[in-house]
Each structure stands twice: as structure tokens, then as C-alpha cells.
């Protein structure tokens, strides 16, 4: 599986289709970046922030995280990871498209590097980047993105993370009775300011090395229904206010 099939598989940049919001202007889009950022900054820190980790060292916030790992999660719940995960680190694949260029200036705000490409334009470049900034940073991606179907998981991390020796972390994100954009494709999630957000990631995933079709189509069934299964478990846990057994405050960072 060559390199371009392998980005063009992936459908993992991340893109929020805006269709009343199409701005071409360079400097409108820097100021709309600047207000998204400080409006996301204020709205994500009303939240009662917890996590369940089956190991924490996975999570770069702590200083115990150690080498390069792939974090993927679905793409409705971009807010959790945007506002709590700036300046650790991190690259973010972001979609060529131009209602993703305010995005890529907010996550330019809260400390986020990011990579362009998409499945129709930039795939052999971004897949460079990736392979560049994979030998330094994290890198984080939305297997569902930029178009869905939601919460069906494109190969592209799984190709990713044979290509590299990454491991991958898969993290289940949770609100409670957030709002949700039903017109989205992904029914992206809005939480209510001053609820619970819930996380559960897992722990490394190691995939193997040159996996042919039917290899990378197993992984990619496997990982699906486990990050499908930690965001049914997370979005349960904030619903209903109980506790965890070794569950953790978690703190914006940055």
C-alpha cells in the first residue's frame, strides 16, 4: 500500500463544514481564528473535566509520557482535546478545505501544530509531514473526518501507525446531554457550559509492521469497535455523574 493510498484511505483531516461561512480573506480569517479560540476557551472552561485511564503515562500532559504516539478520536468531539491538550506537543491533521482555514488559526492559539491534506488534495504532501513530524511530535487525528460516515473508522491511522512503528491511543470522549448540530454529518457535539465531560483513552495500540489489505482491514475493525466502545462508555459515565474507580481530575494545559 503506497504512500499516497495510504493518506488518500485515511478521510482523517480534521474539517467542520461552515456553509454560511465561506471567508477567503486572509486577515479575516486570523481575526475569526483569534475570536473562535478565546470564545472555545471560555465556553470549554466552565466543564467538569474527569478522565479514566487504563494507563496514564499515555497522556502527554504528564511527564511520564514517553515517545511518539498517533491519538484518534471522533471527530464530534474535537472541542475536549482542542481546549485541554494545546502546547503538548502536538500535530494535527487539518483539511486543505477552506472552512477548515479559521480552524487551523485556533488550533494555532492553543498551541497545536498542524498539518494540511485531505483525501482529494495535498495527500502525498501531508503523508510527508506526518513521516517529518512523527520523528519529534504526537499526532493526532479524526478517523472519521472530514465527511464521515460518522464514527466509521477510515484506515488512513491504521495505515499510519504500520508505516511509522506509532502507537496508536484511541480516546473516548463523553458530555452530558451536550446539544448537538444535527445537521452535521457528524452531529457534532456542543456541550453545556458548567456539565460533565468525560474521557476514557486507552492504552497503546501496537500495530504491526507492512500489513497487507486484509491486515490493515482487521486492525481497522478492531479499532473501530474499541473507540466506538470507549465513547458509548465515556458518554454514559457523563450522563449519569457517577464515579470511577481510579478516575482523575483533568486540566487544561497551556
Partial sequence: MGGAIGLAAAGTATHYPLPAMKID???LNKFGGLLASAAVRWWMGTLDYKAAYYDRTIDPYFADCRGQKIYIFWHEYLLSPLYLRGHCNLAMLLSRHRDAEIL?????HFGFEFVRGSTRRGGVSALRQLLARSR???????????RGPRRRLAPGCVYLASKLG????????????????????????IPRPGSRARAIPSGEIFVPPDLD??????????????LNRLTLEAESWAASGSRKTG???????G
Avoid: C
Fill in 104 to 108: 487551523s488559526h485556533v488550533a494555532h
Fill in 25 to 27: 480573506n486572509p486577515l
Fill in 136 to 146: 519529534r511530535m504526537h499526532l493526532t487525528i479524526t478517523p472519521d473526518g472530514p
Fill in 247 to 253: 478516575q482523575m481530575n483533568v486540566w487544561h494545559y
Fill in 166 to 189: 506509532m502507537p496508536l491511543v484511541a480516546m473516548g470522549y463523553g458530555y452530558d446531554r451536550p446539544w448537538r448540530v444535527r445537521s452535521a454529518w457528524d452531529h457534532f457535539a
Fill in 213 to 226: 489489505r486484509q491486515g490493515l482491514e482487521h486492525y481497522r475493525q478492531k479499532i473501530e469497535r474499541l
